[in-house]
């Protein structure tokens, strides 16, 4: 890197990782599975903790430096015995090549290496051809059975090392417990959804079809407008009564007591730790049945009612903490419902502090879901109240400003927004 060899007077000891992942194209990726590189920034006799650090998760340690004294041998000698493959890269000044090469072959018996351990960059050696020379001792390193260190192994080397892990701290650990007493619940995502997470089924899908067709009346034929809407609004008030009637299952306490009673570095955390339970298990569970997706797909002749149910298995099986505030504002709007049409009187409402948790989570910076989805229905009541909360938390005094663009897909929605505010919103197909 040009001009890198700076003082570094605040990034001495940091680590920086960059991650490689192959896209699966064999001609065109460097290597054939994924590959961290942690680069420690500074001089490792200033930081031989992190150093140390390094040599214990890493599968091999890249050394660069212009030469090697004495001092700089016997914090290297230190490092006989160790396990990780050590290579040299050596940026040679010719002043101080030939003590560099006799403290080099001292070292070749003490940590065992080779030729190919040992990378020369002269002067006029061409750049282009020394990242092939590197990128090839990296591609040899995974050939050779590498570490596969997951990042709670590190953490628990970090800790024999006496490095503070951050998740180690008291709050962390409180939080963590009650986002593991629901997701150590989850195996099959599908049928936990099915059973804990009830009001975000079939009901649901049928009710955002009735309130839907409130607004379009496409399906009116000759019945009499306004007895059409009162049949609607009927089934509309029977979907609501039907959800009502269910308790919230332990899973939603659980979560209810985690965003409503942790205080606030504790709640950061819980969602946190609860996206980082969730995510794995949902992408477990999404692969498999993206497997037999493709082997239905390479077999023409399959019963595409199969493809439909594979596709609808698919929707199911993804789940994240949107899920579970979705459960919360259907309860809210069930219950509302109930409320404006006599059914159930106002001294009875059990989720009137619903939309205000949700304003608290909004002013921490967590997004609020509009639209969800799955049904692509939006729960009018929980949204409207729960920005009400909002603002009367901010004191009445400030205005949300919401900008919509829509568009077809790549037809330049987020230049537009990137150019007007000087920013870089995150695109994606769909």
């Known amino acids: 890197m040009e001009s890198g060899n700076i003082p570094r007077e605040i990034a001495g000891g940091l680590l920086e990782i960059s991650w490689y992942f192959p896209a699966g194209r064999e001609n065109l990726d460097l290597f054939p599975e994924p590959v961290v590189v942690a680069n420690l920034r500074g001089d490792i006799e200033l930081h031989w903790l992190q150093f140390s650090f390094l040599t214990e998760v890493s599968s091999a340690v890249f050394i660069l430096t212009e030469s090697i004294s004495e001092r700089e041998y016997t914090l290297l000698s230190s490092l006989q015995g160790s396990a990780t493959k050590y290579y040299f890269i050596f940026n040679n000044q010719a002043g101080k090549a030939k003590q560099t090469l006799e403290f080099l072959k001292k070292l070749t018996s003490m940590l065992k290496l080779n030729k190919s351990h040992v990378l020369w960059k002269g002067g006029t050696t061409n750049k282009a051809q020394f990242v092939k020379v590197l990128q090839s001792a990296v591609a040899a390193i995974m050939k050779s059975s590498p570490k596969r260190v997951s990042i709670e192994a590190m953490a628990e080397t970090a800790r024999q090392l006496g490095i503070q892990v951050d998740e180690d701290n ?207 229905n939006i729960p009018l009541q929980w949204v409207t109240d729960v920005l009400s909360q909002l603002d009367a938390k901010l004191g009445g005094k400030y205005r949300m400003l919401v900008l919509t663009v829509l568009g077809v897909q790549s037809t330049g929605k987020s230049t537009l927004l990137n150019t007007m505010f000087g920013l870089q919103f995150a695109a994606s197909s769909g």
């Open 170 to 376: 008291k709050e962390c650990q409180t939080a963590n417990t009650y986002a593991k007493e629901i997701t150590a619940q989850i195996k099959d995502v599908a049928k936990y959804k099915r059973e804990k997470l009830r009001l975000q089924g079939e009901t649901w899908r049928n009710l955002a079809e009735v309130d839907k067709e409130l607004c379009r009346m496409r399906k009116q034929g000759d019945t009499p407008l306004e007895n059409y809407k009162s049949q609607l609004k009927k089934k509309l008030m029977d979907l609501c009564a039907q959800q009502n009637k269910h308790d919230l299952t332990d899973g939603l306490i659980t979560f209810i007591t985690g965003i409503e009673h942790l205080h606030h570095r504790e709640k950061h955390y819980f969602l946190k730790w609860m996206k980082f339970g969730l995510d794995p298990i949902a992408r477990e569970n999404l692969s498999k049945l993206w497997d037999q997706y493709k082997e239905k797909c390479k077999n023409s002749k399959d019963d595409p009612k199969m493809f439909a149910e594979l596709d609808k298995l698919i929707s199911a099986s993804s789940l994240g903490v949107e899920h579970f505030m979705r459960e919360l504002g259907q309860f809210y709007e069930a219950e509302c419902s109930m409320v404006k049409e006599g059914k159930m009187a106002e001294s009875q409402r059990q989720f009137t502090h619903l939309p205000s948790i949700a304003a608290d989570l909004m002013l921490k910076g967590f997004p609020m879901e509009i639209i969800d989805g799955d049904i692509s």
